[in-house]
DNA sequence: TTAGATTATAAGGTCCCCCTGACTAAAAGG
DNA sequence: CCTTTTAGTCAGGGGGACCTTATAATCTAA
């Protein structure tokens, strides 16, 4: 019982939290954007941040998006110096998507926002968070392959894939 | 150092959980449509919930919108059920919006997404999230607050009234 | 009573996500 | 060689978050 009303609480707290986030993310001008990491044009950057030089095709498949919607997307952020297309030689119908420097730049940005609230958390609460955070993240892995055991989806997957990488390797390049 | 690469970690754990937790929503067709929670519709839903039957133009203030824009919202939401409109008697100007039950079950819906995955915790575990939660959040509330001192934007100031509402005082109706 | 302020509306715009349908160019296979 | 299949394009559309520029209706105060 406790242990369900605690739950709650919790939950509540995740709600707040998501909407601080949310409130200094308006609030402070510098559009860091964190909401679209997953949408759109930020899923392409994503994936072309997993893995360089797709084609549409590949996009298309990675990200479950239709080659229209995706089309356009690329358009995009070429237009924002965000990625290049050029033709592939190999097969002249395909177009080869990349990142440029100014997109990975960008990507990078846009996926840091290392929270500064964390700072105020001590070297425990640190790494009690980690571990909850760890087993969180897992369970909801989980959840997921069981709502999907043969995740169609391949933006999941990336993103899964993502996630594995760091979830369970020593996961860690501590060498300071 | 150890302190910020820690930082770092867990701020690439608070992505993965991002990540995840936008997985998991659109995995599940259940279109909880949590992200939807702070803007546009999810917005005058939320301020309703805090106090019903508004007029217009105190969603105005409160969420810090065009009239215009809060018109058009709330419009939709009649549309689907979620709010009413009535002329005061009062004064004929003004429009009195309204929460239907449908629009207070939706809202509920919304923000209780209980988060399953909170199931693995401990009871330790919880605790340790909570008190974590309590300090990040009261971070970037304090945060917030620097950003604007006379927090001008009213939407902000209700949901900070939420926030502090849950954050400190005793905070549950706890009768299982 | 009439001018000015207040509340809301209509209309139209910008930009975003994402889809369907129709079509071209290039590759592949019989 | 000629027909499919495949990769991508264009055109158009639905829905959402906002905004600006009128304008109408109502209230209020001189």
């Known amino acids: ?4 009303m605690k739950q709650g609480k919790t939950a509540g707290k995740l709600v707040e939290f998501g909407l601080l986030q949310n409130i200094a993310e308006d609030d402070s001008k ?6 679209m990491l997953f949408q759109g044009q930020g899923k392409i950057l994503l994936a072309l941040s997993d893995h ?5 095709k590949d996009l298309v498949e990675r990200l ?25 030689v190999a097969d002249k119908r395909v ?8 997109g990975r730049a960008e990507t990078q940005k846009r996926m840091q926002v290392i929270p500064q609230y964390l700072r105020v958390l001590t070297d425990q609460e640190l790494g009690q968070l980690n ?4 087993k969180v ?5 989980q959840d997921i392959q069981e709502e999907d055991p043969t995740l169609h989806n391949k933006y999941h997957q990336l993103m899964l894939h993502h996630v594995l990488n760091k979830v369970h390797p020593d996961q860690s390049v501590e060498h300071d």
Do not use: C, W
């Not at 571990?131 to 760890?134: A, F, K, Q, V, Y």
């Open 30 to 35: 510098h559009q860091s954007d964190y909401k």
């Open 64 to 88: 479950d998006l239709t080659p229209q919607s995706t089309a356009e997307f690329v358009r995009k952020l070429e237009k924002k110096g965000f990625v290049s297309r050029e033709k592939s």
């Open 1 to 4: 019982m406790a242990d369900l």
């Open 137 to 141: 993240n897992e369970r909801m892995l």
């Open 52 to 56: 360089d030089r797709l084609s549409q």
């Open 131 to 134: 571990r909850i955070l760890d």
């Open 95 to 102: 177009t080869i998507v990349s990142l440029t420097d100014q």
